[in-house]
């Protein structure tokens, strides 16, 4: 039997999934109700995250430009690894990966399987990159299709500096190494998304993880399964946003980014008004923009769309939050396609200290990868439901999908790991009766 694919506070009894009792009138007549597997792909550079507190004169010395995502030999890897042990530096050593992180997230929330394709070490020995991450994963991933590899996985090092700014060096390893050949068709036919990260096409010359990209993406069309892509940092982008525009256009049906990203994607530091522009591209956006909280923007059809019950808010988009209770779809299924927003602050107005960021849009992401799967599997158990008379990309509305990736968000940021650590609570300590799903 599918595992039941829950969402906290009061939703609990109203959006459960499966409808694990056989129908009465289905029984009645001797028939069976069909199982309905599900689940999420993700294609991602298997690595370690090295998160580290470290001086401003070190980042110079290692002349890594701060604040950017930098490739480095594995010679000078080692000798900052060394360092920054001998000198204590070191906060943690987790799995890492934005579409790893995403998948852990995913099935810890949906107590459901996700797929993980890349690449794994074999032989795995205590102690090292490959270990860490194994052990830091979730057991509802499903890590099967891994390619082996005679070689370590990659390391991240997030190295924080005293003003808060996050730089990365990254030792590759073999994380791009994962070939065509080790993306199955098959894993695709139940799929309710695939996601994809910006770094997958930013390799060396010769590296097979871009092939092996675009495979997935095929199959993923193929089988009419939406196409995630995150962005990466706002480096990857600006160093050809031309190229991620087209790609975004050709490839892409739902972009997560923060508003850093968005602004080297569209030219909009507004984070609203480069939702709105990233719309031009794709056909649903998620936007995490820190303090000021986070926004969805899609498409719903003009005799679809409804009105908040939420005051209006202001923007560069006057009153733009106007039809934030409208379901999202794909443009090419509107007749006459709406562009809709949404938008929440900080839950609890943010966590009193953030140890470190890294990980908050993934946790968001997989929030709302786990409201898409509730979809596709409830049009199966109950497709004469009025929640499919259109074909909506979630089971919830954009303003209930925006409290949910919020409230997982924050679960990340009050945190040191990138990762969850365990599910959402049944119940919501220190709000007055689960006021913050109630309305």
């Known amino acids: ?149 005679d070689g370590p996985i990659g390391r991240c090092f997030a190295l924080v500096t005293p003003d808060g700014e996050r730089t990365f060096a990254i030792s590759e390893g073999e994380m791009n190494a994962l070939a065509p050949g080790s993306v199955p068709p098959a894993i695709f036919e139940h799929a309710s998304a695939l996601v994809i990260s910006a770094y997958l096409l930013r390799c060396k010359p010769g590296d097979p993880m871009p092939e092996a990209t675009q495979r997935a993406i095929t199959l993923a069309k193929q089988h009419g399964v939406p196409v995630v892509l995150t962005l990466g940092t706002r480096f990857v982008i600006a160093e050809r946003p031309e190229f991620w525009r087209a790609f975004i256009t050709d490839h892409v049906d739902l972009l997560a980014m923060n508003e850093e990203e968005g602004d080297a994607l569209t030219g909009h530091a507004d984070p609203l008004l480069a939702c709105e522009a990233a719309l031009d591209l794709c056909d649903l956006v ?43 779809m794909r443009r090419a299924a509107c007749d006459v396609p709406v562009k809709v927003f949404a938008h929440i602050a900080p839950y609890l107005g943010g966590p009193e200290r953030i140890t470190s960021t890294n990980g908050a849009g993934d946790a968001a992401l997989s929030a709302l990868l786990h409201d898409m799967s509730a979809n596709r599997y409830h049009q199966a158990r109950v497709p004469s439901s009025a929640k499919h008379a259109r074909q909506f990309l979630t089971y919830s509305s954009m303003s209930q999908v925006c409290r949910y990736a919020n409230r997982v968000s924050y679960e990340v940021l009050a945190q040191a790991a990138p990762r969850l650590t365990r599910g959402l609570p049944e119940r919501e300590e220190g709000l007055d009766d689960e006021a913050y799903w109630a309305r």
Do not use: W
């Open 286 to 328: 998620l936007c995490t923009a820190g303090a000021t909280g986070l926004y969805l923007a899609g498409y719903t059809d003009e005799a679809a769309k409804r009105e908040t019950r939420y005051p209006l808010l202001p923007g560069a988009i006057p009153e733009f939050n106007r039809y934030e209770f409208s379901r999202p």
């Open 1 to 149: 039997m599918v595992a039941p694919v829950r969402f906290p506070g009061r939703r609990k009894h109203k959006h459960y999934f499966p409808v694990h009792a056989r129908d009465p009138l289905f029984a009645a007549m001797g028939l069976a109700t069909t199982r309905t597997p599900s689940h999420v792909v993700g294609v991602d550079q298997t690595l370690v995250d090295i998160d580290a507190r470290v001086p401003e004169e070190l980042i110079a010395r290692y002349a890594l430009p701060k604040g950017a995502s930098t490739v480095i030999a594995s010679e000078l890897a080692a000798a900052l690894y060394d360092e920054l042990l001998a000198d204590k530096l070191i906060s943690y050593e987790f799995a890492g990966g934005t579409v790893g992180n995403t998948l852990h997230n995913y099935s810890l929330l949906a107590d459901d399987t996700s797929i993980l394709l890349g690449v794994m070490t074999d032989p795995i020995r205590v102690g090292t990159s490959g270990y860490r991450y194994l052990s830091n994963t979730s057991s509802r991933v499903n890590l099967d299709h891994l390619q082996p590899v």
